[in-house]
């Protein structure tokens, strides 16, 4: 089964903060949401089933601040196969969507393991979607990994949106 650490789905106007979460497939989900703080948390998870491993997952949000947080150790087991892979922050959106205006900023993202697809952070959700001026600044991203040749492994991965700001990182 997935698991999350905390789901926020459908409101606006939330702060999480300082807290430690680990031993989930997800550690947080954030979507359909304004104005959400995460900050200063500390997130590792383990999937070691069919799916794919997330610390923060940010869906069909706008004005987000994903902010000093820590998130290592994100593995996606052998059980997953190479069809599924880890993921430190994902901002994006899976449907026809407002996803704009969010800051991934100083944040450190590190040991992230997949036999599929690893990205530290991803922004992006497709040309469709009204998904523009999102911000990834200052962020530190070490030991990307996918033990698989023909599959993905980027500390950043931008896609599909436009006016996204990449700096300093």
């Not at 979607?129 to 990834?136: A, D, F, Q």
């Amino acid at each position: 089964d997935v698991t999350s650490g905390i789901i926020i789905d459908g409101y606006n106007d939330i702060t999480i903060r300082n807290c430690n979460i680990s031993n989930f497939s997800i550690g947080m989900q954030v979507a359909n949401a304004n104005n959400t703080q995460i900050i200063d948390n500390n997130i590792s998870v383990h999937s070691n089933i069919a799916v794919d491993a997330y610390g923060i997952i940010s869906d069909s949000t706008s004005d987000t601040n994903i902010s000093n947080n820590i998130l290592s150790d994100i593995y996606c087991e052998s059980n997953c196969g190479d069809s599924n892979g880890a993921y430190g922050i994902w901002v994006g959106s899976n449907g026809a969507s407002n996803n704009h205006n969010n800051l991934i900023a100083d944040n450190t993202v590190e040991r992230i393991i997949s036999a599929g697809n690893v990205w530290g952070i991803y922004v992006g959700g497709g040309f469709d979607y009204n998904n523009t001026n999102n911000t990834v600044s200052g962020n530190v991203i070490n030991n990307i990994t996918s033990n698989i040749d023909d599959k993905f492994a980027a500390g950043i991965l931008q896609s599909g949106s436009p006016n996204i700001v990449i700096v300093d990182n």
